[in-house]
């Protein structure tokens, strides 16, 4: 597509529950990121998919959090058992090999 | 190690002067450099990025950066600032000659401008 796509663009949640983030990168884009943006913060790295490679996992808090890509298509970031301070705007961002980014416009999760 | 550093969380400028937000980096090799904007409820959009050549770099909305490889820095310029320029920047870097899982950029913490009318 023109630019990633995030779904849903807003999630209200109970604690407790589990949820399920959708990020559709642009096509060609072999590298895709999550990051984490609390309320008026910086961006927080959560995972790292490049190509074939194993992810780089290193910035997700918790086994909570985990992710899947599919190839060089669509990801999905799951949150099990969330919890009030889970509470942020998720973004998702691609890019090709000079490493600058195209972000969507975020999944803002509440948890309630 | 890859770091970014704006050492000013927040910048104040009337509208019409020129404002600088500042950034300076630490990589290995060359960097690969880039500034984003954030308006408020909105995502990340791309200002602009320097990868080789000219040391000015010129972006969107008016905005430009220069590249100072001595100092270390890639402050991001505007001549004259606009209200709607109230926003939060990011700056980001990667070592050019890193690959893999070492790709990612690493990003600054932000600065808040708000351009007074």
């Known amino acids: 597509g023109a630019g990633v796509s995030q779904s849903p663009s807003n999630k209200v949640t109970e604690k407790g529950k589990d949820v399920e983030l959708r990020c559709d990168p642009i096509s060609g884009h072999t590298a895709l990121y999550w990051y984490r943006q609390r309320l008026g913060q910086g961006l927080e790295f959560l995972i790292y998919?490049?190509?074939?490679?194993?992810?780089?996992k290193s910035g997700l808090p918790s086994d909570r959090f985990s992710a899947e890509r599919t190839g060089e298509s669509v990801s999905t970031l799951t949150i099990q058992r969330t919890q009030q301070e889970d509470s942020a705007v998720y973004l998702c961002a691609s890019s090709k090999w000079d490493g600058g980014y195209t972000f969507g416009s975020g999944t803002r999760l509440t948890v309630v | 190690a890859q770091s970014v550093a704006q050492p000013e969380d927040q910048v104040n400028v009337a509208e019409g002067n020129p404002l600088t937000v500042k950034c300076t980096y630490s990589?290995?090799?060359?960097?690969?450099l880039f500034w984003y904007v954030q308006y408020p409820n909105r995502g990340l959009q791309f200002l602009l990025k320097?990868?080789?050549?000219d040391n000015l770099v010129k972006g969107s909305y008016g905005f430009e950066a220069e590249f100072n490889k001595s100092q270390t820095s890639f402050h991001l310029k505007k001549p004259s600032a606009l209200v709607s320029d109230s926003a939060l920047y990011f700056c980001?870097?990667?070592?050019?000659?890193?690959?893999?899982?070492?790709?990612?950029?690493?990003w600054g913490l932000g600065t808040s401008l708000a351009v007074n009318p």
């Open positions: 998919f490049q190509g074939n490679s194993a992810p780089d």
């Open positions: 320097y990868i080789t050549g």
């Open positions: 990589v290995s090799g060359n960097p690969y």
């Open positions: 980001a870097v990667r070592d050019a000659l890193l690959g893999g899982n070492n790709r990612k950029l690493i």
